[in-house]
């Protein structure tokens, strides 16, 4: 039933609430904080949506993060060439 | 309609520059990107929804066969998870680091250049079927684009109806996300969270919701790739690293 009403609203362009909690559900299994509650007490809407922007957030901080050590990394020339060829020679 | 044209071939001249920087492995350089490039030419990516707007006929017909086929959801999270995508991508990764060092000589390639090739490379390994792939690409395109031809006029030919369709679809869509969730809170989170997620800022709330979660599932995946690869490299010479990074954090 859930999925037949879901795909008419794709095609008609009209969006129904469920599909929207149906997504927000999703959402909040991804997300580390959240991922344990059970489903009886349900998370809010809202507390999912900032959940996720927080996360967003310590994700691109990460990614920055490691980009910078890389960077450092690829400074270094001679290490740093022998050790990526050696990588992906390993893998 | 002319303009169109114009901006398929600019799109398709863009191709060229990334030809002759490169001298080895081009070939594996352009054959990330000019698929997408082609595949960005037909129609801005605002929804997948409304197709007939802007696209000339044969676009419009190449569009209209894609759609014909079942609505297909994007990809499944769970190929973000798989460790022989991660493997693609750290290879792939691999790859366009040693390109920037090459291309990058004497001003050692920073943190910011080290994550836009990452995030280049996450963008290809979606496969150009989320709004936030495309984005990142086009965004690094248009980059280069100007970089190379800032007299020209095409820019603002380039842009323009990227953003005038944009503007024209946010306006009918408004009036679906308030009925759908209509608190403020959500609204503002929403707002905010479409700005965070690439290529998300004039969606609708399903859409931004979609595009986010594969989005994480690809973040997760590039920062599991990132840390192994980071690993790998540091720890055979770990004694020659060590004396480098204690001189760094100091």
């Not at chain 1, 469920?18 to 507390?47: G, T």
């Amino acid at each position: 039933k859930m999925s037949g009403r879901r795909s008419r609203s794709r095609q008609s362009s009209g969006i129904s609430e469920d599909q929207i909690n149906d997504l927000i559900i999703k959402l909040q299994q991804l997300l580390p904080e959240l991922r344990n509650s059970r489903r009886s007490d349900k998370v809010s809407a809202s507390r999912v949506l900032q959940e996720t922007c927080n996360y967003i957030r310590n994700l691109h901080r990460e990614v920055d993060d490691l980009s910078e050590r890389l960077s450092e990394l690829l400074a270094n020339t001679d290490t740093a060439q022998a050790a990526l060829i050696r990588s992906l020679l390993t893998q | 309609m002319g303009e169109e044209k114009d901006y398929s071939i600019k799109m398709r001249l863009v191709a060229f520059p990334f030809v002759n920087k490169k001298k080895k492995s081009s070939f594996l350089s352009t054959s990330f990107l000019t698929p997408h490039l082609f595949f960005l030419r037909p129609v801005p990516f605002s929804t997948k929804k409304t197709t007939t707007t802007t696209s000339s006929s044969s676009d419009l017909s190449r569009r209209k066969r894609r759609k014909k086929s079942p609505p297909s959801p994007p990809p499944s999270l769970e190929k973000w998870r798989s460790e022989k995508q991660q493997q693609i991508y750290s290879t792939k990764l691999v790859h366009a680091l040693r390109e920037l060092r090459i291309s990058q000589p004497s001003p050692n390639p920073n943190g910011r250049a080290v994550r836009e090739v990452a995030d280049r490379a996450l963008a290809v390994a979606a496969r150009g079927r989320t709004l936030w792939s495309r984005a990142i690409l086009s965004k690094a395109v248009k980059l280069k684009f100007r970089k190379h031809k800032r007299q020209r006029i095409a820019n603002p030919a380039l842009t323009q109806p990227v953003i005038a369709t944009g503007s024209l679809r946010s306006k009918k869509q408004t009036v679906m996300r308030i009925k759908a969730k209509g608190l403020p809170a959500v609204q503002r989170k929403v707002k905010v969270l479409s700005r965070l997620v690439p290529g998300c800022r004039k969606q609708t709330l399903p859409v931004v919701l979609e595009e986010t979660t594969d989005y994480i599932a690809a973040m997760e995946m590039q920062i599991r790739a990132m840390t192994a690869l980071l690993s790998a490299v540091s720890s055979p010479t770990e004694h020659e690293e060590e004396g480098q990074t204690h001189v760094l954090v100091s």
